[in-house]
């Protein structure tokens, strides 16, 4: 499940009318960011070899994949990435439809590698279940679906960090009305991550990003947003205490943001930011979330259950965590929707590969809150197939 920082609120009044023609202009952005490459063709067609051998595309990993949270029920989906022999082009697609809601979750993009800066475009329809946005007291069916595309251009600065303009359109439906989203982006990124087996065990992941849109851009609404996800890594082999002992890594995250105007509100609650309370269960302009947890392997398997390695067992985690988070209905406010909020809990993952390349992780989490302790104990199913 993907970092969600974003979400929305129930529609302000303004009258509904007829919706915008989205994938029409989604083919002008298209047509944009291909048009330049056409010159290109020139250059591959000095012969039959050397066109062949530029318009070949490999198939890096196809595989289904499994999601799962508590709204959407069991995301099942594929996955797939693609490229040439020379790296010049990069073609992804991912996409699922929730068992519970049958709402869909489809993204797809092309980067074009060949040029300084990279270049790459965007394409998603994804829908994303918000909570309570009115503190009604009544959880509605409420649903937030965005259309649009992203055209983008990628300015490494060294092996870690880059610096990433780009241009957005969405087209946002929410319960009672429908919206045009236009505007300019800026990211700056960091990563230096390091991987064993399929957990981040050292190193740093960082993403700032702006976005700005007005009229003059095409927004149907002026709005501003600036977010910020900080994740940090560290480990400690306990080989070196204990002659049975693994690594045990230490996961730190902060995220949190503001937004002005933009009807794609942050959330909070859930697996994936405020373990202890409803998933989305709260929503606003400005927010905060900071989550440690330690994990541990205390099973190392590393065993294969078939000659033709269907099921590879690699090893069995254990994990605590404490998580909190603060939101505010307006980033004017004073006063949090709910004050600071935080849980505590732990859970098991158990990774595995199919056929020694395909990545499978279930496991569960059992989380408390602390601050508000009427509450009931949460469960939440962790279940992944594919990266």
Known sequence: MSVGLDDCRSGT???????????????????????????????????????????SFSTDFFFPYLDYNEKDGVIPGLEWEGSDFTGDHRLSFRGGIGTKSGKEQLQGGYTYLG???????????KNTYFGDPDDSGVDKDNWRREVGGSLTFSFPLDLYHRIVPGYEISWVDLPDETERLQGILLSLVRDTADYYIMEIIAGSQVNLTAKYGNEALGSERSFQSYAGDLRFYTNLDMREYFGAGQR??????????????????????????????????FSGEMMWAASLEFRYPFLVIDRTTTAWDFFHFQQLLALTFVDSGQIWRDYQDSSSISGAEVGVGGGVRLQMFFFGKIPFT??????????????????????????
């Open 13 to 55: 009044g303004k009258t509904q009318g007829p919706k915008p023609q989205g994938p029409r202009s989604l083919v002008v952005l298209v047509v944009v960011v291909l048009l330049p490459l056409l010159p290109l063709s020139l250059s591959w067609a000095q012969t039959y070899e050397e066109q062949e051998y530029h318009d």
């Open 248 to 281: 045990l890594v230490t996961s730190l995250r902060l995220h949190g943001g503001v937004k002005k105007d933009d009807p794609r509100l942050f959330v909070l609650g859930g697996e994936d930011s405020l373990r202890g309370y409803d998933f989305n269960e």
């Open 115 to 125: 040029w300084y800066p990279a270049i790459g475009l965007n394409l998603f329809d």
């Open 362 to 387: 279930v496991g569960f989490d059992v989380a408390q809150s602390v601050t508000d302790t009427e509450r009931d104990p949460k469960v939440y199913l962790v279940l992944r197939l594919g990266g």
